[in-house]
């Protein structure tokens, strides 16, 4: 495993150097990044700061700094130490200026303002927490999406990173031997405007590793119906033969990351907005 150092400097959270650095590094095997994460820097004196950092580590830097006098205080710290020195996102904003004739703002931060969209993403990340393992089935039929799927098919984090975009997210776990809630019959058919209703999958005998797993983390050890290879069996079929009675699309997570979980269904209600814009 080759190790190196990576500098993130950014006059906000850095959530943008940290996401383009990781969808970079991946495509490289056997490396690992050392990271030293520089957020809010917007002074010379903190520039200063990250130089010391970088001379005595010395490493790639990526940076998002839109003023330009911290911007190239931190280029002439980087040039003697002879470090690569990156402006993550210069290609993007100069491509968007030359498509739309128009010179970008230079305001640290601006993606993270406290407008009506940050607001739309806290209202929905406390309706995923409400909503979350089947609680407060009432007003469920408010809900964007609603997953439906076994135990540990990764329900929880798929709705909690669609929440994120601002869609608003319940999941509602199916029990062996018992109905699903009557709430999920009342609901407005999906393509008249009700909520996603999306059948989560997983291929049983990953689904037995990961609950085995999880039994582990709580210190409980015992042989259930739970974690039997057979009785799982039974209980993806019989999921997968409900997912096909109420026609709810269905996404099988054993092979897909959360991310791409909810890029699936994104794209299906995405599909939906275009197809009734028509």
Excluded at 214 to 231: A, M
Aim: proline share 6%; glycine share 6%; with cysteine.
């Amino acid at each position: 495993m080759k190790s190196f150092h990576l500098h993130l400097v950014s006059d906000s959270t850095g959530e943008t150097n940290l996401a383009v650095a990781r969808a970079c590094l991946v495509q490289f095997e056997d490396v690992e990044p050392i990271e030293h994460v520089w957020s809010m820097i917007r002074t010379e004196r903190q520039v200063q700061k990250v130089a010391v950092g970088v001379e005595a580590n010395p490493g790639v830097v990526l940076f998002t700094l839109v003023d330009e006098k911290i911007r190239n205080q931190l280029i002439e710290a980087c040039r003697p130490l002879k470090v690569p020195c990156i402006a993550v996102l210069d290609p993007v904003l100069n491509a968007f200026g030359e498509y739309l004739h128009a010179k970008a703002g230079h305001k640290p931060g601006r993606q993270h303002q406290l407008d009506a969209d940050y607001f739309a993403r806290i209202a929905a990340m406390d309706f995923a927490m409400t909503h979350d393992d089947g609680q407060a089935l009432s007003d469920i039929h408010k809900a964007d999406v609603i997953l439906v799927g076994v135990s540990r098919s990764s329900k929880t984090p798929t709705c909690i990173y669609i929440a994120n975009r601002g869609l608003k997210a319940a999941n509602v776990p199916l029990v062996p031997g018992m109905d699903p809630p009557p709430e999920l019959d009342a609901l407005k058919p999906f393509e008249e405007g009700g909520p996603l209703v999306v059948g989560l999958t997983n291929d049983p005998t990953a689904l037995v590793a990961v609950r085995r797993n999880r039994l582990r983390q709580l210190n409980e050890n015992r042989d259930t119906d739970y974690t039997n290879l057979e009785s799982v069996k039974n209980e993806v079929q019989a999921a997968r033969r409900l997912f096909t009675e109420r026609g709810w699309p269905v996404l099988e997570t054993s092979r897909r990351s959360i991310e791409e979980t909810a890029a699936a269904i994104l794209a299906m209600l995405h599909d939906r907005d275009v197809a009734a814009a028509r």
